[in-house]
Structure formats: C-alpha cells, structure tokens
Nanobody, 124 residues
Framework: QVQLVESGGGLVQAGGSLRLSCAASGRTFSNYAMGWFRQAPGKDREFVTGINWDGSNTYSASSVKGRFITSRDNAKNTVYLQMNSLKPEDTAVYYC?????????????????WGQGTQVTVSS
C-alpha cells in the first residue's frame, strides 16, 4: 500500500501559478502510475493529468492542456502538478492518486490510492 500527501494549495489570482506536490511513502514509488484529479463544490471528481511510472508519458484533460504540467521525481518519491494561467473555474480540491503498474487512465475508479486533497482557490 502507498500513502499520499498533497501540499502546495492556496489562494491565487486569476492568471497566476501554483505548484502542487504529492509525496508518496510505503511502497516503491516507481512501481506506480500517478494521476491528479480535482473536485469543485457540487461537482463530480474529474481527471486533470496523469503520468506513467518513469515520467516518459503524460496526458491531460482538454480543460487544462497547455496550462498544467505534471512531472515526477522518483528519487524523491514525489509527483508535481505545475498549474499556470489559472482560472477561477480551476478552483477545487486537488487530489493525487496512485495505481500499481503501467496504468494510463483518467478514470478515478482505476486508482486505489488517494491523498487527502489540497484546496486551490483562484480569485477573479
């Protein structure tokens, strides 16, 4: 089992940037594909970005493509979400998630392990 802890959320003005981090512990981090999801008040949880075990493949939702970048440092057991050109509609709780193996999926049900989430608020 892997434990995940997100950090880096906060309040930012529209057009600004934030970098979220997700620190993993408990298992060999490089054995896991990672995903970032978000959930806004009153809305379903939605996929944001994903990254494979060694960072060679990333994929994003169309709503964030060109603005958000995910990366990972397996030596530090950490995955990152760099968020640029933030918009008020990006306001949500952001979660990182992990799945063993070479998963490439935007489906939350395929990720067994989740962090507690970090709040991102973008003011207009």
């Amino acid at each position: 089992q892997v434990q995940l802890v997100e950090s880096g959320g906060g309040l930012v003005q529209a057009g600004g940037s934030l970098r979220l981090s997700c620190a993993a512990s408990g298992r060999t981090f490089s054995n896991y594909a990672m995903g970032w999801f978000r959930q806004a008040p009153g809305k379903d949880r939605e996929f944001v970005t994903g990254i494979n075990w060694d960072g060679s493949n990333t994929y994003s939702a169309s709503s964030v493509k060109g603005r958000f970048i995910t990366s990972r440092d397996n030596a530090k057991n950490t995955v990152y979400l760099q968020m640029n050109s933030l918009k008020p509609e990006d306001t949500a709780v952001y979660y990182c998630a992990a799945a063993a193996g070479d998963l490439q999926s935007g489906l939350s049900d395929e990720y067994p392990y989740w962090g507690q989430g970090t709040q991102v608020t973008v003011s207009s």
